[in-house]
């Protein structure tokens, strides 16, 4: 708190140490505790403050399953994990859209690799009338979508 107040003091050199006080330090009473908080007034009148340590929460990691491995190309897992192999991770709805086909391309029946183009086709063409929802995608290899009639 000294050191934001010499920054307030350093902004405001002309200003006296009540108006600065005044203007950053507030009585915070969220959570039922009544805390000294420095912050200022934003532009849409909502408190614009510095959070405390204590109140960042914490959040822990996911252990990876003792069956899996990033070489059994299980592309739905490690991109929920977010580290797709490739260093990308897929949207969720490409996810929800391979985990519908099973990780497989709906032409080829063949799974996706680590280094595989994975495009989102629409089986009926949007030209023909299709929908752009769920039921109406499909993941497929980016050799098998050039190819496709």
């Known amino acids: 708190m000294i050191q934001l107040m010499r920054w307030a003091k350093r ?16 009585k915070d009473t969220r959570n039922g505790k009544s805390r000294l908080r420095f912050g200022y007034m934003g532009k849409k009148q909502e408190v614009i403050g510095i959070s405390y340590f204590a109140e960042t929460p914490i959040v822990r990691h996911k252990k990876i399953a003792g069956y899996k491995s990033i070489y059994d190309n299980d592309l739905v897992y490690w991109s929920e994990r977010g580290r797709a192999l490739g260093n990308r991770a897929f ?22 690799l680590p280094g595989d183009v994975i495009e989102i086709d629409h089986i009926v063409p949007k030209a023909s009338g299709g929908a752009n929802h769920y039921g109406n995608l499909q993941a497929l290899h980016g050799h098998c979508h050039d190819r496709k009639p």
């Open 11 to 26: 902004k405001h050199p002309t200003r006296p140490k009540v108006w600065i006080r005044n203007r950053y330090l507030f």
């Open 91 to 112: 949207s969720k709805s490409i996810l929800r859209i391979l985990r519908n086909q099973n990780n497989k391309c709906n032409i080829c029946n063949l799974k996706f």
